[in-house]
């Protein structure tokens, strides 16, 4: 960095001085938004994340971590990265269909029955869901550069056990926006209620809603359980999210910086995922122990949700897009 010595130097001369300046020598101080709680393994690759990018760009970007729904919801995050007011966000593209319905492809049900299936439908950069993802948000002034496990989706309530697909009648569910998972459950019979995430713990706590949908993961860190006592293992969805930066920032980097926040990213969703898978066993047995009893649904029953789920596809094209539809098909061998 060039430094100026003589005090006589003029105001037009320093302004040269600093134009000269490389962009790449500018400190940059980013904000990175999450909804997810202070500790989950999504808390804690976003932390990784952030220290990884200072240490790797040697200081030159410094990102400030801010959890929980500090700066809004998911929508709120997209919103401020659109519009430059945000650098980064660890988000749900699931609920930022507000913005671009296409954003939930990922939640049409039962896309995959298990981790392996997930690993090579979901996390493969060039198959349907991610390219859809990543075109759509870009669309929307995102970038999109790493994607990370939330986790199969489950049903929660305060009314009865869900241990069959009847059991489902009725159901006041809080659901995010999307037309998958509200599909889904209005074909089970149950009502659904469209709300933000940040809203959903009070909502619950005063029965404002009987349940709602998010898996071990988001329901034990959140501390949604409190106010659930029956909890059913459904794994209606497969939920994935986006490690995303604004794009008008994004393109302001320069290479080597971009480089380094993309190898950085690859840590650690690669890290998160592991993480998350290890610790699903002991959310779901900390969600016991605070009293709610956890249903895994027999193959029969499941086989019911999972009819009713696919049957679904075709009734969503619309949504979706016949082709997408078709190619999501063909990955998952339907």
């Known amino acids: 960095m060039t430094i100026i010595r003589n005090t006589s130097v003029s105001i037009l001369a320093l302004g040269a001085v600093l134009a000269a300046v490389p962009a790449q020598a500018q400190e940059v101080r980013a904000r990175l938004g999450h909804v997810f709680a202070i500790g989950s393994p999504v808390d804690r690759a976003s ?74 439908v979901f996390y493969n950069p060039d198959g349907i869901l991610q390219t859809t993802l990543r075109e759509t948000m870009a669309d929307r002034g995102m970038h999109a550069f790493g ?58 706590q005063q029965g404002t809603v009987d349940g709602q949908d998010n898996g071990a993961s988001i329901t034990y860190n959140s501390r949604l359980f409190e106010a659930q006592p029956h909890m059913t293992l459904t794994n209606h969805v497969y939920a994935m999210g986006a490690v995303t930066a604004g794009q008008r920032f994004w393109d302001g980097l320069p290479e080597a910086q971009k480089t380094a926040i993309q190898q950085c990213s690859d840590e650690a969703t690669a890290q998160q ?21 956890v249903v895994t ?30 190619a999501l098909r063909a990955e998952v061998g339907q």
């Open 47 to 120: 932390e990784n994340f952030a220290t990884c990018v200072g240490e790797r760009t040697d200081g030159a970007i410094e990102i400030t971590v801010f959890p929980n729904s500090q700066l809004g919801g998911d929508e709120a995050l997209g919103r401020d990265l659109s519009r430059g007011g945000l650098e980064f966000a660890f988000l749900n593209p699931g609920s930022l269909t507000g913005l671009d319905p296409l954003m939930d492809i990922h939640y049409l049900p039962y896309i995959v029955s298990s981790f392996e299936e997930a690993d090579k």
């Open 147 to 204: 994607f990370f496990e939330l986790e199969f989706r489950a049903v929660t309530n305060s009314v009865r056990p869900v241990e069959t697909l009847d059991d489902m009648q009725g159901l006041k569910l809080r659901v995010p926006g999307s037309a998958s998972i509200r599909g889904f459950f209005d074909a089970t019979g149950a009502q659904t209620v469209t709300m933000p995430f940040p809203e959903l713990f009070v909502a619950l």
């Open 273 to 293: 995922i592991k993480d998350n898978r290890a610790l699903n066993g002991e959310f779901l047995a900390n969600i016991e122990e605070g009293g709610t009893a």
């Open 297 to 326: 649904l027999s193959d029969a029953e499941m086989a019911r949700f999972v009819e009713v789920g696919r049957s679904l596809w075709s009734e969503l094209e619309d949504v979706y897009g016949a082709e997408r539809i078709e």
